[in-house]
């Protein structure tokens, strides 16, 4: 596709309909995803009924609108209160969080902004120039190149334990284990369900991370007395020239690596944010400045962007494939097919009007959400002045809310609230919870990918030229990250 | 104040007798309010995308909004037994077909009587068709057979889990050829897309799905279908023969979709909303989403249908014994 065609794509976009109705998904998705514990997919799951009267260029643009702005809200959210709606949202808590409570709430939120639309940006215009080439990287990525990554995946959990490496395994493994409940893939034996009906469905990420970190935070005010963020300011938007330095770089490197791994069907950005996430951490802590956990601009704006061009890059393998990389893509593609519009190599040849118009749309929803965004970042921050009397029941509804939407099930709210419960006392341990999240994510990869190499033929791994760098990667990784282990404890030492 | 609580003493009453009026509803008023429909699937796939085109149909139909609810999990499990419990009053209608009905029937862990609902009416089946890849050295049908019974331990086949109508077209394939089933290696994927992905990929032998499920990437050439099963052509897989045509007639494994209701539906009420079902197959918009995705009408209602679904558990039970396990 050429320039003239997405120079048409762009008339079609800039038509007062369409741009109305990228505009409304965008408000739409930023207000869903900006209530605590709400994230891309309730605000999909909500709105996605509402698309079925549009065209297919018209519904694929305002669900992407809403899919961004969704992405953009939970940012918001989980800067601002801790609480973040998706995974992919939660270094932004991680990060973002204490800087609202240093009254650096303005930068935070900007800094998240900034490097979602960089990424968007660029992401789209790899999907545009350089997705028909890439496409058959989705076909190249089979169960021993999976597992190869999983593998790798899994070492960055130690880049994510702050403190003890063998408690941030330790929680690796418990959220692996919790994630393997349910029925098993070729014998459907139960696991761990216990006769109950609802486990055998097995445990979902949203609901169980909305209470790990939504209600266990409500928990904790509680238990506090006074929320500390009603208190802070906003303040400016501005990052300092150091900020800018650091968080412009941890973006370029989460846009590149975002956009690569998202190529990969079954890659979320659940998982290359947290991928993100993990080595800016250990990056920082190699160059012995890490300010991770205490507000690290690096672990806002680099997930940031991996989140986005993981998100943009997914439809690659839809548009030249038919290969959706996740839940959200599924349904894009299902609204394509309805409109006997198959996703597939004519993507970009005979149905070209219809692409060159989406990939328009991609540009200029990012535009409207930056311009949505910034200015209303000030407006979103009063929600941390609101009195907790009042906050505090109304995220907790959201908490519920968000959790129900994600399947439909009254069972996933009570899954909520216990693994509130279970997060707060986390809390009060010691133990940190995102190697927990990471092992929940990964473990079920890990298993499928393992059963469908050793099916297939064990042989495959040797074979696999992919496979083989991951794991001396992996290898390299672990090496590293007991080296920087060794140099803390010695460290901890010379202190003492 | 006084006055306040008795006024909304008299609000409560109101409301109350207005519920009692609606759940003793005859088939003249019904329905007056919108509908659940309650799809046991996530959002996206084959029969989520029918049951949304009939929804919207049965909407128009009906004069009341039809929501499509998505519950899934479990093979099907959580989505039926919500609408197992749910009130027999017509407004909890389930998106049925034969994962969530007579594949159900050969689970040992469902826990209610899976025959114990009022089936109203299918509006809608659709083939599946097997694959192999592109770039593979099996040119057709009869080149699949003949290596699969060679070395049948080395033919690796896509499996979702033995609850989906895709793995006994799967199995019908392997008994109609007299190839092993016990020795075949089943691979794991969690859904038909996922199984087409590795086929075209080269990292499994053989698949079968929907037929809309092949559709994108045999339009590459890296995914080649070998069949259709049923005697059928469809639109968007233009060339691929059907079964029947190849001297297969047995291969008939069809998917369907339509709507069944809590135990106990009264009979009015089955009989005007079959009616509705019955019309949507005929409205030429519908008939155009159904083609779309690879389906065709197909109405068939009350005792019929029940019939139909007991014969169909009873062939998944014999294809079932091959594999050693039920389902």
């Known amino acids: 596709m050429g320039l003239s065609e997405l120079l048409a794509g762009f008339a079609e976009v800039f038509q007062p309909q369409v741009l109305l109705l990228a505009f409304l998904g965008c408000l739409a998705g930023t207000m869903v995803g900006v209530l605590p514990g709400l994230g891309p997919v309730s605000a999909i799951a909500i709105l996605f009924p509402l698309t079925a009267y549009l065209g297919p260029a018209a519904a694929i643009v305002v669900l992407a609108a809403i899919y961004y702005g969704a992405m953009y809200g939970g940012s918001t959210s989980a800067i601002l209160l801790k609480i973040p709606g ?56 089979g169960p021993p190149e999976m597992l190869g990554l999983v593998l790798f995946s899994l070492t960055a959990i130690a880049g994510l334990s702050s403190g003890s490496v063998v408690r941030g395994i330790g929680m690796a493994v418990a959220g692996m284990l919790l994630a393997s409940v349910g029925l098993d893939l070729t014998s459907s034996q139960q696991r761990m369900t216990f006769g109950s009906l609802e486990l055998m469905q097995g445990l979902d990420i949203v609901p169980v991370m909305i209470g790990l970190f939504g209600v266990a935070e409500v928990l904790r005010t509680l238990e506090r007395g006074t929320p500390v963020a009603q208190a802070a300011k ?117 149905d070209a009007d219809i692409t060159a118009a989406v990939i328009a749309s991609f540009f200029v929803a990012n535009v409207i959400l930056l311009v949505l965004n910034l200015p209303l970042a000030g407006v979103w921050a009063k929600i941390a002045r609101v009195p907790y009397g009042v906050l505090g029941p109304v995220i907790l509804v959201c908490c519920g809310v968000g959790a129900y939407t994600a399947r439909n099930s009254v069972f996933d709210i009570v899954v909520c609230l216990v693994a509130g419960v279970a997060g707060w006392a986390m809390g009060k341990r010691g133990l940190p919870v995102a190697p927990f999240v990471m092992g929940f994510i990964l473990g079920p990869m890990l298993e499928l990918s393992l059963r469908q190499t050793v099916a297939i033929s064990p042989m495959s791994l040797v074979e696999s030229p992919i496979f083989l760098c991951f794991a001396a990667a992996a290898l390299v990784s672990v090496w590293v990250a007991y080296r920087l282990h060794r140099k803390g404890v010695e460290k901890v030492d010379a202190n003492a | 104040m006084r006055s306040f609580v008795r006024v909304a003493a008299a609000v409560c009453t109101a409301a109350l007798l207005t519920s009692c009026a609606a759940a003793a509803e005859t088939a003249a008023s019904y329905p007056s309010r919108s509908i659940d429909y309650v799809v046991p699937f996530a959002a996206g ?64 862990y469902v826990p209610y009587d899976w025959a114990d609902r009022t089936f109203v009416a299918k509006f809608a089946e659709g083939p599946h068709v097997y694959v192999v890849g592109g770039e593979s050295s099996y040119r ?43 020795r075949v290696q089943r691979v794991p994927f969690r859904s038909s897309g996922e199984v087409m992905r590795a086929v075209a990929a080269g990292d499994i032998d053989f698949g079968a799905g929907g037929a809309s499920s092949a559709f994108s990437l045999s339009k590459t050439g890296k995914l080649r279908p070998i069949a259709l099963t049923g005697d059928k052509p469809v639109t968007k897989l233009e060339g691929v023969p059907t079964a029947a045509e190849l001297g297969h007639p047995g291969l008939d ?72 396990v039920a389902g």
């Open chain 1, 234 to 350: 906003v303040g400016g938007f501005l990052p300092t020239r150091d900020e800018f330095r650091r968080s412009a770089g941890a973006a370029g490197r989460g846009t590149v690596t975002g956009f690569l791994l998202g190529l990969i069907p079954g890659m979320l950005p659940s998982t290359t944010t947290f991928l993100s996430y993990a080595s800016e951490r250990r990056r920082a802590e190699r160059k012995g400045n890490s300010r991770f956990g205490q507000g690290a601009v690096e672990g806002i704006g680099g997930p940031e962007a991996a989140n986005n061009a993981t998100a943009m890059s997914g439809f690659v393998p839809l548009f030249s494939l038919g290969i959706p990389t996740g839940p959200t893509m599924a349904l894009i593609m299902a609204a394509l097919m309805v409109y006997g519009v198959v996703p597939g190599p004519t993507m970009f040849t005979s």
């Open chain 2, 253 to 324: 494994m069809r998917y369907w979709v339509g709507v069944s209701a809590p135990p106990g539906l009264p009979g009015d009420l089955t009989t005007k909303l079959a009616d509705a079902v019955a019309a949507i197959a005929e409205d030429e918009t519908v008939v155009e989403a159904l083609d779309a995705v690879g389906l065709s009408p197909a109405v068939l209602t009350g005792e019929d249908l029940r019939a139909d679904i007991d014969r169909e558990k009873h062939r998944f039970a014999t294809l079932s014994e091959q594999i050693g």
């Open chain 2, 45 to 108: 796939g084959s029969t989520d995308i029918a049951a949304r085109a009939g929804a919207e149909a049965l909407s128009d139909e009906l004069g009341v909004p039809v929501n499509v609810i998505n519950k899934p999990g479990a093979d099907q499990i959580i989505g039926v037994s919500s609408v197992r419990s749910a009130e027999p009053d017509g407004y909890t209608l389930l998106a049925d077909g034969a994962g969530s009905s007579s594949i159900q029937g050969l689970l040992p």
């Open chain 2, 140 to 182: 057709d049908y009869d080149d699949v057979v003949e290596t699969a019974k060679r070395d049948p331990d080395h033919f690796t086949v896509g499996w979702i889990g033995g609850s989906s109508t895709s793995d006994y077209a799967t199995l019908q394939f392997l008994a109609e050829n007299g190839i092993d089933a016990a």
């Open chain 1, 86 to 141: 998706e995974v992919s949202s939660l270094p932004a808590a991680l990060e973002g969080y204490p800087m609202t409570r240093r009254g650096r709430a303005g930068t935070a939120l900007a800094i998240a902004a900034g490097a979602s639309f960089v990424a968007g940006i660029v992401g789209t215009i790899g999907v545009w120039l350089i997705g028909p080439h890439l496409a058959g990287f989705a076909l190249e990525f």
